[in-house]
């Protein structure tokens, strides 16, 4: 980064024995934050998940952990993950750990932050774009609309036990004109089963945003009726949005244009 830019707006350092937990976006490595790319600038060490897109790493020399979790990978068990970063703090390091979209969104940052608050490591949240509302954005389909939805709902898409999560789905459907669901891919079928036999049509828009803000992201566009079949043909890295406002992707399709050109 710019140390000029930097310094005109003030941006802190990452100092020694601190963490700082960083969203870095959905996909494009361009929307992660001027802080991010402080971070990344002076970090001794980054923790980083899957989703991190390897030209943020690229950007620096520090030494560079995976710590991500992937459906049916192995992976660091959380507890493992909080260690690492108190243990690395007390040694004196400046630690990043890198998440994509954002660290407070079902990111488990709330988690690491508690670890590090219980340990006396001081730590700064630097937020990212999360997924949710970045990723739909290079779909076309705006998280808002007033001509569409003046609420929206975000929903993680199974529990800590990998089970469908468990929610009071007909509230949800009364109360939500959009929903948002995060790593519900596998249970698109059955949440769209429980949302129908709770009054929503079968012919409400619904969409599936798969590898979003990534060159090769797919959009499908289907009902809700069909989102289980949708989500059998998707990429298992994959957002689904329902409601009207699926209904602008077509119009507002702005990345095809642009990767067009």
């Known amino acids: 980064m710019n140390d000029d830019i930097a310094a005109k707006l003030g941006l802190p350092h990452l100092h020694k024995g601190w963490v700082w937990l960083v969203g870095a976006g959905p996909g494009d490595p361009g929307l992660i934050t001027l802080l991010g790319l402080r971070a990344l600038q002076d970090a001794d060490y980054i923790l980083y998940d899957a989703l991190v897109d390897e030209a943020l790493l690229a950007l620096s020399d520090a030494e560079k952990i995976y710590a991500g979790k992937r459906a049916g990978v192995r992976s660091c068990k959380q507890d493992e993950i909080c260690d690492l970063l108190v243990t690395l703090a007390r040694q004196g390091h400046r630690v990043l750990r890198l998440k994509g979209g954002d660290p407070f969104v079902f990111g488990r940052g709330g988690e690491e932050a508690q670890a590090l608050a219980r340990a006396k490591i001081p730590f700064r949240i630097v937020p990212g774009i999360t997924t949710g509302i970045g990723g739909l954005a290079y779909a076309g389909i705006p998280v808002t ?5 003046h609420a929206v709902t975000f929903i993680t898409g199974h529990g800590t036990d990998g089970k469908l999560t468990k929610l009071d789905w ?40 798969a590898n979003a803000a990534r060159p090769d992201q797919q959009v499908i566009v289907t009902t809700l009726a069909g989102l289980g079949r949708a989500a059998e043909n998707s990429p298992a890295l994959a957002i689904i949005v329902i409601g009207e406002n699926v209904t602008l992707a077509g119009e507002l399709n702005w990345l095809a244009a642009a990767q067009a050109r």
């Open 145 to 149: 609309h007033r001509d569409t939805n």
């Open 170 to 209: 007909t509230a949800v459907s009364r109360g939500a004109p959009t929903m948002v669901l995060y790593m519900a891919r596998r249970f698109a079928a059955e949440i769209a089963d429980l949302l129908i036999a709770a009054g929503r049509r079968p012919d409400e828009p619904a969409a599936i945003v």
